[in-house]
């Protein structure tokens, strides 16, 4: 096998929030490397700081502290107004709500043109419609759907001109902050499945934040799992889903149903006391306990993870 390619680098990125007297850390030294061409599931609870973690690669805050190095470079660092244009053009996102993240008083074309247009990269008016319709089609939509309005939509084909915007401007990496939580079920799938075959057909990268953890393994090469700004566990999905080294993730992974009643009537759900970790004075950082596959603990617990490993075996 090859060796794999970090397209994206996240070294000990800490985004805190300042309010008053209280600070938020939102953020608090988190690291992973993200492959080219592969999806990284980010997966926690509410406030876990998912969001803050894709807006922070995406440079829309000013890191506290950490580098987000994108193809080997410091984006933080980049100087040229052309290098910082070219990273914004490379990473894009996907929103969770396909109602909000549209513009109501724009058309389609409009708004899927809109980075086409900032990036400079259609010469008139015929190509501009022409990369529109395109677009559309690519994401499943009718070309003659550019002239319309969001609201003439349903969520999903919402969500589709979403991509098709994110698309546009032909990234290697996009942050898709839970891009079908606000959908139907009966269409969740369908908005997934057109984002795993985007993927294969164009390279992408992804970053795939949600709060479901079964779909986030459907969907994901390896898996992160965020608890209260902190990056408690990474590996392959198999991996982290089959065999959780964390209490936490157990925890998360116990409150996933299971369609079988009577599997389900006699499961443990697990619960996860952050606190034992929170004030015990240890310094914790991540720990390769098997290959690929890592846990945030102290030197002194090391020992006790390699066992639950091994009780896998
Ligand atoms: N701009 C901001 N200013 C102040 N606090 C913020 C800001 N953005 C997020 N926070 C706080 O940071 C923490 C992490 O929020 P974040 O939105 O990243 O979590 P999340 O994991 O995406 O949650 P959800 O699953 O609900 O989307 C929360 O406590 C939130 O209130
Ligand atoms: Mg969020």
């Excluded at 397209?7 to 209280?22: E, I, M, P």
């Excluded at 799938?189 to 934040?209: D, P, S, W």
């Excluded at 709060?211 to 392959?236: A, C, N, Q, W, Y």
């Amino acid at each position: 096998m090859t060796e794999k390619k970090a397209l994206l680098q996240v070294k000990h990125l800490k985004q805190y929030f300042k309010n008053g007297r209280h600070t938020t850390k939102a953020v608090d030294d988190v690291s992973f490397d993200i492959y080219e061409g592969e999806t990284f599931g980010l997966v926690g609870e509410s406030g876990s700081g998912k969001t803050t973690t894709g807006r922070s690669i995406l440079q829309l805050y000013h890191p506290t502290s950490g580098e987000i190095l994108f193809d080997g470079q410091d984006v933080a660092k980049l100087k040229s107004r052309s290098d910082q244009l070219a990273f914004r053009r490379q990473a894009q996102m996907i929103f969770q709500d396909p109602y909000a993240s549209l513009n109501p008083r724009m058309t389609v074309e409009d708004i899927i043109a809109e980075g086409l247009d900032i990036h400079g990269l259609v010469k008139d008016k015929d190509e501009r419609r022409k990369r529109v319709e395109e677009l559309l089609e690519t994401v499943g939509l009718n070309k003659n759907h550019a002239s319309r309005f969001p609201h003439e939509f349903s969520g999903g084909q919402r969500q589709r001109i979403g991509i098709a915007r994110a698309l546009a401007v032909k990234p290697k990496f996009i942050v898709a902050d839970e891009p079908i939580s606000a959908l139907d079920v009966s269409i969740q799938a369908q908005v997934v499945n057109l984002m795993i075959e985007l993927q294969k057909k164009r390279g992408l990268t992804y970053l795939f934040i949600a709060h479901d953890l079964s779909m986030v393994k459907f969907i994901s090469d390896r898996i992160g799992v965020m608890h209260f700004g902190k990056l408690l566990e990474v590996g392959p999905a198999d991996e982290v889903y089959d065999h959780p080294l964390h209490d936490y993730t157990k925890s998360l992974i116990s409150a996933v149903p299971i369609p079988d009643p009577e599997i389900e009537r006699s499961r443990k759900r697990l619960t996860y006391d952050a606190n034992k970790e929170e004030f015990d004075g240890k310094k914790r950082t991540m720990h390769e306990i098997r290959p690929g596959h890592f846990v945030r603990c102290a030197d002194d617990e090391v020992a006790h993870y390699e066992a639950v490993a091994q009780s896998y075996e």
